[in-house]
Nanobody, 127 residues
């Protein structure tokens, strides 16, 4: 098992930048597929960016080119650099993880595949 704690959320203006961090503890984090998700009020939770054990990345169409996901397995951290923020990026952001097995590859967008979630960090972008 891993425990996940996000930080870095804040209120910014349109066009601004933020860097979110997720600290993992417990099991060996390098064995876990990871991703960032977000949920706005009244909307379903959606994937923002995913990363494999080896660092391959995947992005939602809405974040491609603006957001960058990265991980440091030596420090057990996951990061999300968010640039050119828009009001529609306003949401609670969550980091999530599931253990890689021979039957479950990384890079999954379905929230049901993720066993471990942080408590979330709020990002608010004002126009």
């Amino acid at each position: 098992q891993v425990q996940l704690v996000e930080s870095g959320g804040d209120s910014v203006q349109t066009g601004g930048s933020l860097r979110l961090s997720c600290a993992a503890s417990g099991d060996r984090y390098s064995d876990y597929c990871a991703g960032w998700f977000r949920q706005a009020p009244g909307k379903e939770r959606e994937g923002v960016a995913l990363i494999t054990l080896g660092g391959n990345t995947y992005y939602a169409d809405s974040t491609e080119g603006r957001f960058t996901i990265s991980r440091d397995n030596t420090k057990n951290t996951l990061s999300l650099q968010m640039n050119s923020l828009k009001p529609e990026d306003t949401a609670m952001y969550y980091c999530a993880a599931y253990r890689r097995t021979p039957w479950t590859a990384c890079g999954r967008w379905n929230t049901d595949d993720y066993n471990y979630w942080g408590q979330g960090t709020q990002v608010t972008v004002s126009s």
